[in-house]
Each structure stands twice: as structure tokens, then as C-alpha cells.
């Protein structure tokens, strides 16, 4: 494990976008995602309580409403090939 990156380090991404990816194909998988981490926010909302339950619910809020701006971007946006 670095505990020093180089700065060509910062520069990189673990991850990277496919090429040729379309923004409709983006945004479907963006959707997805935040799908499944809205359940994971709510599931852990449910099993917990005070104000952690107060927190992680409003967690699924920010979450929920990003989904919803996601999917209706497809009608919004034409398409783009990333």
C-alpha cells in the first residue's frame, strides 16, 4: 500500500467509463445503481434508531430524489456518446 501516491497516481482512476458509452446507457446504469443504494439506505435506516435512523433516512432521501432527476434525463438530453 502507497502512502505516498505520485501525483500521476491522482491523475488515474481505478475505474473507468467504457468508451463509446451513450449517455442513455450512462444514466441507465447511474439509475441502477442509485436503485440499489437506496435500498441499502433504507434497509439500514429500518435497523437502526435515534437520530442514525433520522440520518441514513434522509441519506435515502438525497438518494431517492438524484434517482429521480437520472431517470427523467434521458428526455431531456439527446444523446451523447461519452
Given at each position: 500500500?502507497?502512502t505516498?501516491?505520485?501525483?500521476?497516481?491522482?491523475?488515474?482512476?481505478?475505474f473507468?467509463?467504457?468508451?463509446?458509452?451513450?449517455?442513455?446507457?450512462?444514466?441507465?446504469?447511474?439509475?441502477?445503481?442509485?436503485?440499489?443504494?437506496?435500498?441499502?439506505?433504507?434497509?439500514?435506516?429500518?435497523?437502526?434508531?435515534?437520530?442514525?435512523?433520522?440520518?441514513?433516512?434522509?441519506?435515502?432521501?438525497?438518494?431517492?430524489?438524484?434517482?429521480?432527476?437520472?431517470?427523467?434525463?434521458?428526455?431531456?438530453?439527446?444523446?451523447?456518446?461519452?
Amino acid at each position: 500500500m502507497k502512502t505516498n501516491p505520485n501525483e500521476d497516481d491522482l491523475l488515474t482512476s481505478v475505474f473507468k467509463v467504457k468508451p463509446g458509452l451513450s449517455s442513455e446507457e450512462a444514466l441507465v446504469n447511474a439509475s441502477e445503481i442509485l436503485a440499489l443504494v437506496a435500498a441499502m439506505a433504507n434497509e439500514q435506516a429500518f435497523s437502526s434508531c435515534g437520530s442514525r435512523r433520522l440520518q441514513i433516512f434522509g441519506l435515502a432521501q438525497l438518494i431517492e430524489n438524484s434517482k429521480l432527476l437520472v431517470d427523467i434525463a434521458p428526455g431531456k438530453t439527446s444523446p451523447v456518446n461519452l
